[in-house]
Each structure stands twice: as structure tokens, then as C-alpha cells.
């Protein structure tokens, strides 16, 4: 069974820093393409990141371009998200998503106020 467990979120202040991590399971991480969705209240699901396989080729939505950044450890079946200089519009609930399989993981909140 395919499984995502997002952790790492919290409440940051403007211009600070997280690390969201994505432990997937039920199926072997370097052989498939994954990303990193948020979707703040009232506003439909948007993707941010994501990732290739082995080459390792990343996508970035152009709000997050510069100040995100997509890893992977397929040792671990786990994929990041570094978040540095974040702003109130980065506030949302963060999921991890391969794009083959239809689960979703609960996500992680992450939100940004002074």
C-alpha cells in the first residue's frame, strides 16, 4: 500500500526557515517522480516542487523559485523541501504526491504570520 507521511511544519515568522520532510512507503522512491503540493485555505491545490528519478531534474512553481528547494535520499524513501525566506502566502498545508499513484498523505500545516 502507498503510503506519504509529511512532517516538518510548524508556525515560522516572515523570512524564516523549514524543512518539510515526505517518508514514502509502498513503493521504491528512485523509480518514480514526486512532489511537493500546498493548498492554503479556501484555494485549490497547487503544485510547487517536484523532482525526477535517478537524474534528478527539478520543477519549481515561479512564486517559490529561488527560495525552495526539492531533495531526495531514495536510501531513506524520503523527500525534502527546504523552505528559506518564507512569506505569509507560503501559509498552507503542505503534501508530498507521485504523480503514478492516486494517495495523498494527511500533509503538514505550515504557516507564516508575525
Known amino acids: 500500500q502507498v503510503q506519504f507521511v509529511e512532517s516538518g511544519g510548524g508556525l515560522v515568522q516572515p523570512g524564516g526557515s523549514l524543512r518539510l520532510s515526505c517518508a514514502a512507503s509502498?513503493?521504491?522512491?528512485?523509480?518514480?517522480?514526486i512532489g511537493w503540493f500546498r493548498q492554503a485555505l479556501g484555494k485549490e491545490r497547487e503544485g510547487v516542487s517536484c523532482?525526477?528519478?535517478?537524474?534528478?531534474?527539478?520543477y519549481y512553481a515561479d512564486s517559490v523559485k529561488g527560495r525552495f528547494t526539492i531533495s531526495r535520499d531514495n536510501a531513506k524513501n524520503t523527500v525534502y523541501l527546504q523552505m528559506n525566506s518564507l512569506k505569509p502566502e507560503d501559509t498552507g498545508v503542505y503534501y508530498c504526491h507521485a504523480p503514478r499513484f492516486d494517495s495523498w498523505g494527511p500533509g503538514t500545516q505550515v504557516t507564516v504570520s508575525s
Open positions: 523532482i525526477s528519478t535517478s537524474v534528478g531534474i527539478t
Open positions: 509502498g513503493f521504491t522512491l528512485d523509480y518514480y517522480a
